[in-house]
Protein backbone atom coordinates (compact mmCIF):
# COMPACT_ATOMS: atom_id res chain seq x y z
CA UNK A 1 0.00 0.00 0.00
CA UNK A 2 1.06 3.95 -0.66
CA UNK A 3 1.10 6.62 1.31
CA UNK A 4 2.60 10.24 0.46
CA UNK A 5 5.19 10.45 -1.93
CA UNK A 6 7.11 13.48 -3.24
CA UNK A 7 7.89 13.40 -6.62
CA UNK A 8 11.62 14.57 -7.52
CA UNK A 9 12.87 12.74 -10.05
CA UNK A 10 13.58 13.65 -13.26
CA UNK A 11 9.85 14.94 -15.57
CA UNK A 12 8.86 12.86 -17.99
CA UNK A 13 6.33 13.53 -20.36
CA UNK A 14 2.88 12.40 -19.46
CA UNK A 15 1.85 9.14 -21.14
CA UNK A 16 -1.57 9.73 -22.87
CA UNK A 17 -3.17 6.11 -22.09
CA UNK A 18 -4.91 5.22 -18.90
CA UNK A 19 -4.46 1.06 -17.77
CA UNK A 20 -6.99 -0.97 -18.41
CA UNK A 21 -9.33 -1.72 -16.56
CA UNK A 22 -10.55 -5.46 -16.56
CA UNK A 23 -13.85 -7.11 -15.06
CA UNK A 24 -12.89 -10.25 -13.80
CA UNK A 25 -16.64 -11.32 -14.17
CA UNK A 26 -16.05 -11.30 -17.52
CA UNK A 27 -16.27 -14.57 -19.64
CA UNK A 28 -13.02 -16.63 -19.85
CA UNK A 29 -12.19 -15.47 -23.59
CA UNK A 30 -12.82 -12.35 -23.18
CA UNK A 31 -10.41 -12.21 -19.99
CA UNK A 32 -7.70 -14.12 -21.59
CA UNK A 33 -7.72 -11.91 -24.28
CA UNK A 34 -7.81 -8.62 -22.51
CA UNK A 35 -5.15 -9.94 -19.89
CA UNK A 36 -2.40 -10.86 -22.55
CA UNK A 37 -3.37 -7.39 -24.94
CA UNK A 38 -2.56 -5.82 -21.82
CA UNK A 39 0.12 -7.64 -20.47
CA UNK A 40 1.60 -7.13 -23.99
CA UNK A 41 1.14 -3.22 -23.95
CA UNK A 42 1.61 -2.40 -20.89
CA UNK A 43 1.90 -5.45 -18.42
CA UNK A 44 0.09 -3.23 -15.92
CA UNK A 45 -3.61 -3.74 -16.05
CA UNK A 46 -6.39 -2.66 -13.08
CA UNK A 47 -9.24 -5.42 -12.03
CA UNK A 48 -12.54 -5.14 -10.65
CA UNK A 49 -15.01 -7.77 -9.41
CA UNK A 50 -12.01 -9.62 -8.62
CA UNK A 51 -13.96 -11.33 -5.66
CA UNK A 52 -12.14 -9.69 -2.65
CA UNK A 53 -14.53 -8.29 -0.58
CA UNK A 54 -14.46 -3.70 -0.56
CA UNK A 55 -14.28 -4.17 3.59
CA UNK A 56 -11.14 -6.54 3.50
CA UNK A 57 -10.01 -3.74 1.41
CA UNK A 58 -10.61 -1.05 3.80
CA UNK A 59 -9.50 -2.79 6.49
CA UNK A 60 -6.03 -3.49 5.29
CA UNK A 61 -6.14 0.49 4.13
CA UNK A 62 -6.72 1.08 8.11
CA UNK A 63 -4.70 -1.64 9.39
CA UNK A 64 -1.42 -0.04 7.50
CA UNK A 65 -2.04 3.05 9.03
CA UNK A 66 -2.25 1.66 12.49
CA UNK A 67 0.60 -0.30 12.09
CA UNK A 68 3.15 2.25 11.15
CA UNK A 69 1.52 5.30 13.46
CA UNK A 70 2.43 2.71 16.24
CA UNK A 71 4.67 3.91 18.62
CA UNK A 72 8.45 3.61 18.06
CA UNK A 73 8.76 1.34 21.43
CA UNK A 74 6.07 -1.28 19.92
CA UNK A 75 7.68 -1.95 16.60
CA UNK A 76 11.39 -2.40 17.41
CA UNK A 77 11.30 -5.92 18.07
CA UNK A 78 10.49 -6.47 14.07
CA UNK A 79 13.19 -3.91 12.66
CA UNK A 80 15.64 -5.78 10.97
CA UNK A 81 18.02 -5.17 7.97
CA UNK A 82 18.88 -8.60 7.15
CA UNK A 83 17.25 -9.30 3.53
CA UNK A 84 17.29 -13.08 4.88
CA UNK A 85 14.44 -12.90 7.47
CA UNK A 86 11.58 -13.78 6.19
CA UNK A 87 9.60 -11.17 8.59
CA UNK A 88 11.11 -7.76 8.97
CA UNK A 89 10.49 -4.46 9.06
CA UNK A 90 12.93 -2.10 7.46
CA UNK A 91 12.71 1.75 8.57
CA UNK A 92 14.03 4.89 6.45
CA UNK A 93 15.36 2.46 3.63
CA UNK A 94 17.74 4.56 1.21
CA UNK A 95 17.99 3.48 -2.19
CA UNK A 96 20.58 5.84 -4.32
CA UNK A 97 19.88 5.67 -8.31
CA UNK A 98 20.35 8.36 -11.08
CA UNK A 99 21.71 10.82 -8.41
CA UNK A 100 18.54 10.63 -6.47
CA UNK A 101 17.97 8.77 -2.86
CA UNK A 102 14.63 7.57 -1.77
CA UNK A 103 12.89 6.43 1.21
CA UNK A 104 10.34 4.37 2.55
CA UNK A 105 9.29 2.01 5.43
CA UNK A 106 8.00 -1.58 5.08
CA UNK A 107 7.02 -4.39 6.70
CA UNK A 108 7.73 -7.48 4.72
CA UNK A 109 6.68 -10.89 5.39
CA UNK A 110 7.39 -13.66 3.13
CA UNK A 111 5.56 -17.13 3.30
CA UNK A 112 3.84 -20.21 1.53
CA UNK A 113 0.60 -21.94 1.52
CA UNK A 114 -1.10 -23.24 3.84
CA UNK A 115 -0.25 -19.54 5.51
CA UNK A 116 -1.77 -20.48 8.76
CA UNK A 117 1.64 -22.32 9.37
CA UNK A 118 3.23 -18.33 8.79
CA UNK A 119 0.77 -16.49 10.75
CA UNK A 120 2.26 -16.62 14.28
CA UNK A 121 5.44 -15.13 13.10
CA UNK A 122 3.99 -12.18 12.06
CA UNK A 123 3.39 -9.21 14.16
CA UNK A 124 0.64 -9.48 16.73
CA UNK A 125 0.18 -5.61 16.80
CA UNK A 126 -2.18 -4.05 16.27
CA UNK A 127 -4.40 -6.75 17.99
CA UNK A 128 -6.29 -7.62 14.50
CA UNK A 129 -3.33 -7.59 12.29
CA UNK A 130 -2.79 -11.28 11.98
CA UNK A 131 -6.72 -12.25 11.31
CA UNK A 132 -6.85 -9.40 8.98
CA UNK A 133 -3.56 -10.31 6.88
CA UNK A 134 -4.73 -13.87 6.98
CA UNK A 135 -7.70 -13.36 5.47
CA UNK A 136 -6.66 -10.84 3.24
CA UNK A 137 -3.41 -13.17 1.66
CA UNK A 138 -5.19 -16.17 0.56
CA UNK A 139 -8.36 -13.86 -0.99
CA UNK A 140 -5.75 -12.35 -2.97
CA UNK A 141 -3.26 -15.22 -4.09
CA UNK A 142 -6.54 -16.73 -5.59
CA UNK A 143 -7.04 -13.55 -7.79
CA UNK A 144 -3.29 -13.45 -9.01
CA UNK A 145 -3.39 -17.59 -9.43
CA UNK A 146 -6.72 -16.95 -11.77
CA UNK A 147 -4.95 -14.47 -13.63
CA UNK A 148 -1.62 -16.58 -14.11
CA UNK A 149 -3.98 -19.60 -14.66
CA UNK A 150 -6.00 -17.40 -17.84
CA UNK A 151 -2.52 -16.23 -18.86
CA UNK A 152 -1.49 -19.91 -19.38
CA UNK A 153 -4.34 -20.73 -20.85
CA UNK A 154 -3.91 -17.78 -23.25
CA UNK A 155 -0.06 -18.78 -24.33
CA UNK A 156 -0.77 -22.68 -24.29
CA UNK A 157 0.58 -23.89 -20.83
CA UNK A 158 -1.21 -26.10 -18.76
CA UNK A 159 -3.59 -24.13 -16.46
CA UNK A 160 -1.90 -24.89 -13.15
CA UNK A 161 2.22 -24.24 -14.61
CA UNK A 162 2.54 -22.12 -12.11
CA UNK A 163 1.77 -23.85 -9.22
CA UNK A 164 4.98 -25.81 -8.98
CA UNK A 165 8.65 -25.57 -8.43
CA UNK A 166 8.69 -22.59 -11.10
CA UNK A 167 6.73 -20.32 -8.14
CA UNK A 168 7.35 -22.80 -5.05
CA UNK A 169 4.53 -21.78 -3.33
CA UNK A 170 6.67 -18.57 -2.57
CA UNK A 171 5.09 -15.17 -1.55
CA UNK A 172 5.69 -12.06 -0.22
CA UNK A 173 2.94 -9.57 1.55
CA UNK A 174 4.54 -5.94 1.87
CA UNK A 175 3.26 -3.33 3.36
CA UNK A 176 4.41 0.26 2.65
CA UNK A 177 4.38 3.55 4.26
CA UNK A 178 6.17 6.69 2.90
CA UNK A 179 6.45 8.67 5.62
CA UNK A 180 6.48 12.63 5.80
CA UNK A 181 10.32 13.29 4.65
CA UNK A 182 13.04 14.59 7.65
CA UNK A 183 16.11 15.16 4.99
CA UNK A 184 14.97 17.04 2.05
CA UNK A 185 18.38 15.57 0.00
CA UNK A 186 15.93 12.82 0.01
CA UNK A 187 12.68 12.13 -2.02
CA UNK A 188 10.35 10.04 -0.41
CA UNK A 189 9.22 6.57 -2.48
CA UNK A 190 10.65 4.20 -4.64
CA UNK A 191 13.06 4.59 -7.90
CA UNK A 192 12.09 3.38 -11.03
CA UNK A 193 12.32 -0.70 -11.02
CA UNK A 194 10.61 -3.65 -12.23
CA UNK A 195 8.95 -6.38 -10.06
CA UNK A 196 11.24 -9.08 -9.59
CA UNK A 197 8.47 -11.93 -9.21
CA UNK A 198 5.67 -13.64 -11.25
CA UNK A 199 2.81 -11.22 -10.52
CA UNK A 200 2.06 -8.30 -7.93
CA UNK A 201 -1.61 -7.70 -6.39
CA UNK A 202 -1.31 -3.84 -5.47
CA UNK A 203 -3.62 -2.53 -2.78
CA UNK A 204 -3.16 1.48 -3.83
CA UNK A 205 -3.47 3.37 -0.72
CA UNK A 206 -5.70 6.65 -0.56
CA UNK A 207 -3.14 9.16 -1.67
CA UNK A 208 -2.83 8.76 -5.67
CA UNK A 209 1.15 8.07 -6.13
CA UNK A 210 1.99 5.13 -8.74
CA UNK A 211 3.42 5.73 -11.94
CA UNK A 212 3.96 3.31 -14.73
CA UNK A 213 6.39 4.49 -17.64
CA UNK A 214 5.05 3.60 -20.78
CA UNK A 215 6.15 5.00 -24.47
CA UNK A 216 9.23 7.40 -22.68
CA UNK A 217 6.57 9.06 -20.52
CA UNK A 218 5.07 8.06 -17.41
CA UNK A 219 0.90 7.08 -17.26
CA UNK A 220 -0.25 8.33 -13.42
CA UNK A 221 -2.29 5.58 -12.23
CA UNK A 222 -5.48 6.84 -11.18
CA UNK A 223 -7.16 5.00 -8.06
CA UNK A 224 -10.21 2.74 -8.96
CA UNK A 225 -12.48 2.42 -6.09
CA UNK A 226 -12.34 -1.58 -5.25
CA UNK A 227 -9.96 -2.06 -7.59
CA UNK A 228 -6.32 -3.71 -7.48
CA UNK A 229 -3.90 -2.75 -10.03
CA UNK A 230 -2.23 -5.81 -11.40
CA UNK A 231 1.82 -5.89 -12.49
CA UNK A 232 3.52 -8.48 -14.63
CA UNK A 233 7.03 -9.14 -12.99
CA UNK A 234 10.54 -9.95 -14.37
CA UNK A 235 10.13 -14.11 -14.00
CA UNK A 236 6.99 -13.78 -16.07
CA UNK A 237 8.86 -11.99 -18.75
CA UNK A 238 11.56 -14.72 -18.72
CA UNK A 239 8.83 -17.92 -18.63
CA UNK A 240 6.88 -16.08 -22.11
CA UNK A 241 10.36 -15.27 -23.66
CA UNK A 242 9.20 -11.68 -23.49
CA UNK A 243 5.71 -11.55 -24.83
CA UNK A 244 4.31 -10.39 -21.32
CA UNK A 245 6.31 -7.10 -20.32
CA UNK A 246 7.45 -6.38 -16.89
CA UNK A 247 7.54 -2.64 -17.01
CA UNK A 248 9.29 0.06 -14.65
CA UNK A 249 7.33 1.82 -12.49
CA UNK A 250 7.96 4.02 -9.43
CA UNK A 251 5.93 5.53 -6.71
CA UNK A 252 5.72 9.43 -6.30
CA UNK A 253 3.29 12.02 -5.65
CA UNK A 254 2.87 15.42 -7.00
CA UNK A 255 0.66 18.48 -6.49
CA UNK A 256 -2.14 17.66 -8.76
CA UNK A 257 11.07 -15.81 -30.65
CA UNK A 258 14.56 -17.72 -30.53
CA UNK A 259 14.57 -18.64 -26.49
CA UNK A 260 16.43 -15.41 -24.59
CA UNK A 261 16.38 -16.62 -20.97
CA UNK A 262 17.18 -20.11 -19.31
CA UNK A 263 14.95 -21.71 -16.84
CA UNK A 264 14.56 -20.09 -13.42
CA UNK A 265 12.76 -21.29 -10.65
CA UNK A 266 11.62 -18.04 -8.39
CA UNK A 267 13.75 -19.17 -5.72
CA UNK A 268 16.50 -19.31 -8.10
CA UNK A 269 15.72 -16.01 -9.56
CA UNK A 270 15.91 -14.15 -6.38
CA UNK A 271 19.20 -15.70 -5.50
CA UNK A 272 20.78 -14.23 -8.91
CA UNK A 273 19.05 -11.19 -8.03
CA UNK A 274 18.71 -10.50 -4.62
CA UNK A 275 17.69 -6.90 -4.70
CA UNK A 276 14.95 -5.53 -7.09
CA UNK A 277 17.15 -1.99 -7.80
CA UNK A 278 19.50 -3.69 -9.18
CA UNK A 279 18.00 -4.26 -12.56
CA UNK A 280 16.02 -1.24 -12.51
CA UNK A 281 14.91 -0.58 -16.03
CA UNK A 282 13.56 -3.81 -17.92
CA UNK A 283 14.10 -7.31 -17.93
CA UNK A 284 15.36 -6.70 -21.53
CA UNK A 285 18.44 -5.96 -20.15
CA UNK A 286 19.03 -8.33 -18.28
CA UNK A 287 19.00 -10.75 -21.35
CA UNK A 288 22.53 -11.62 -21.35
CA UNK A 289 22.89 -12.35 -17.28
CA UNK A 290 19.95 -14.30 -17.63
CA UNK A 291 20.81 -16.43 -20.74
CA UNK A 292 23.19 -18.53 -18.40
CA UNK A 293 24.26 -22.36 -18.89
CA UNK A 294 23.08 -24.60 -15.67
CA UNK A 295 26.89 -24.24 -14.41
CA UNK A 296 27.06 -20.70 -15.31
CA UNK A 297 24.06 -20.10 -13.09
CA UNK A 298 25.36 -22.61 -10.42
CA UNK A 299 28.85 -20.33 -10.53
CA UNK A 300 27.22 -17.06 -10.56
CA UNK A 301 24.89 -18.35 -7.12
CA UNK A 302 27.96 -19.60 -5.03
CA UNK A 303 29.41 -15.85 -5.63
CA UNK A 304 26.24 -13.91 -4.61
Same mark, same amino acid.
Given at each position: ?24 ? $??? $? ?139 ? $? ?82 ? $? ?50
Amino acid at each position: METPMLHTAEQLPPATVSLPIIDMS $DGC $DELRRAILDAGRELGFFQVVNHGVPEQLMLDMEVLAVEFFEMPEADKATYYSDDISKANRLCSGATYETGGERYWHDYLHLAYNFPVDDHVKDWPDMPQRLRRIMEEYVVKTRRVGMEILRLVCEGIGLRPDYFEGAISGG $DMVLQMNHYPRRRDLTVAVGQPPHCDRSLITVLLPGPIPGLEVTYNGGWIKVKRIPGAFVINFGSQLEVVTNGMLKSIEHREFV $DGDNPPRYRSLTFAEFKRAFPFPFLFPHNVGKLGPSLNLTTNDLQKAQKEI
